[in-house]
């Protein structure tokens, strides 16, 4: 907004509470949302404040939307899994939230997340690692700038 862009007329914010049990897909319908075309839904930097279920039924809901409907979603996998010299940083991103009363609640294997996704229903889901992305988008930097390994990618379609 103080760049001068504002917020397009066709952008709805929702905030939603995946936790307290909100019927989301309502308060999107109410928000304009046609669940009946298909639609991109992104989700990162949520999973890990959510709990397996409340996950379990996130990704359940997304997939009963309009077939085509493509979801970008970002987990954490557990700590174990994470590269030693992002092991640090993890630690520290988690203790944050923690401190504030937002704590982590989650972390997913590859495995465990592919399986949430396809027993809720997606007929393509697949995982990317972090280090994947981290290789294709910032190798050869100059400055070294390299995002952490400890957080994952799941792209899935209905």
């Given at each position: 907004?103080?760049l001068?862009?504002?917020?397009?007329?066709?952008?709805?914010?929702?905030?939603v509470d995946f936790?307290?049990?909100d019927?989301?897909?309502?308060?999107?319908?109410?928000?304009?949302?046609?669940?009946?075309?298909?639609?991109?839904?992104?989700?990162?930097?949520?999973?890990?404040y959510?709990?397996?279920?409340?996950?379990a039924?996130?990704l359940?809901?997304i997939?009963?939307?309009a077939?085509g409907?493509?979801?970008?979603?970002?987990?954490?996998p557990?700590p174990?899994?994470?590269?030693?010299?992002?092991?640090?940083?993890?630690?520290t991103s988690?203790?944050?939230?923690?401190?504030?009363?937002t704590?982590?609640?989650?972390?997913c294997?590859p495995?465990d997340?592919?399986s949430?996704?396809h027993?809720?229903g997606f007929?393509?889901a697949?995982?990317?690692?972090g280090?994947?992305?981290?290789?294709r988008?910032f190798a050869?930097?100059g400055?070294?700038l390299?995002p952490?390994?400890g957080?994952?990618?799941?792209?899935a379609t209905?």
């Amino acid at each position: 907004m103080e760049l001068g862009y504002g917020i397009p007329d066709r952008l709805r914010l929702v905030p939603v509470d995946f936790e307290g049990g909100d019927s989301w897909p309502e308060q999107l319908a109410a928000a304009g949302f046609d669940s009946t075309r298909p639609a991109v839904v992104v989700s990162t930097g949520v999973t890990m404040y959510l709990t397996r279920d409340a996950t379990a039924a996130t990704l359940r809901r997304i997939a009963g939307l309009a077939p085509g409907t493509t979801l970008a979603m970002t987990f954490l996998p557990p700590p174990e899994l994470v590269a030693p010299a992002d092991r640090p940083g993890l630690r520290t991103s988690k203790e944050g939230p923690q401190t504030s009363g937002t704590p982590f609640l989650s972390f997913c294997t590859p495995q465990d997340m592919l399986s949430l996704a396809h027993e809720a229903g997606f007929a393509d889901a697949r995982h990317v690692p972090g280090s994947l992305l981290a290789d294709r988008y910032f190798a050869d930097r100059g400055d070294g700038l390299r995002p952490s390994s400890g957080e994952d990618f799941l792209p899935a379609t209905t």
